[in-house]
């Protein structure tokens, strides 16, 4: 089926190819003077109507924003096909602080909350158009951007979130949704001890399933809220969602998990965004793509 629909849009393009030039030519006789006429003329395309054909108008987009905690004037943007940019006069001016490294491509960013001059990139914009670039893995600076280091985890292509736990800048969590157009790779929701010298995938859903998206207990960080995300992009089509697609929940830091279910969409859910209240922590609100009516804005207290 792929060849005939490939060989109709080659012979399509040919005819129409054909229909535009063939007039050009016959009209290609000489002048009284001698001169050919112009067939470049708006004449010999007057009758024809101009439509936009591309490209299509998909960069540019922020992926990411965090401002330091010690400086409201400091601010890293994560771009998902620019790299990452940093301003320290509140927006004014803006310097691009990772066009040396291994991906241009950037899913999320953080700054560690005890030390401001550690900052975590994860590579890779975590969405689904063909459009999307892959990144390789996780990477950290410890002076503000100025130098980074890749961490790890290449194989995710892309990567949600970054979350480091308040109480130990060594332990932080990255949900990787892993790669867009094929099964495995790292995928899943990934925990380091060491900052970053070793990982530990603590969440696996299947080969098509990653971690979307993570929310932390401020008051106990150990209670973590997790998005999985199942996708698969098709040149023609993207497989958006499925049964891998739920929330989690861990009471031991990741150690255990159980699937949450009550009050949400029985049908299979796609992608689904997180926030917790920063004012009433056990106010959590899930932003949740299903199937049919079911998909929509939904709240535990």
Known sequence: MAVKKNLLLVLVAVLGLTLTVSPVWAAGDKKKDGEEKDLLSAGTFSGLSLRGIGPGLASGRISDMVVSPADSSTWYVAVASGGVWKTVNAGTTWTPIFDDQ????????TVDPKNPLVVWVGTGE??????????????KSVDGGVNWQNMGLENSEHIAKIVIDPRDSNVVYVAAQGPLWGPGGDRGLYKTLDGGESWEKVLEIDEDTGVTDLVMDPRNPDILVAAAY????RVWTLIDGGPGSALYRSNDAGATWDKLEN???????????LARSPV???????????AGDEGGFYRST
Do not use: F, H, K
């Open 102 to 109: 291994g991906s241009y491509s950037i899913g999320c960013i």
């Open 126 to 139: 975590n969405n689904s158009q063909r459009s999307v670039s892959y990144g390789d893995g996780v990477y």
């Open 230 to 233: 199942q996708r698969r992009r």
């Open 263 to 273: 009050g949400l969409p029985e049908t299979d859910m796609g992608r689904i965004g």
């Open 280 to 290: 009433a922590p056990d106010t959590i609100y899930a932003l949740v793509e299903a």
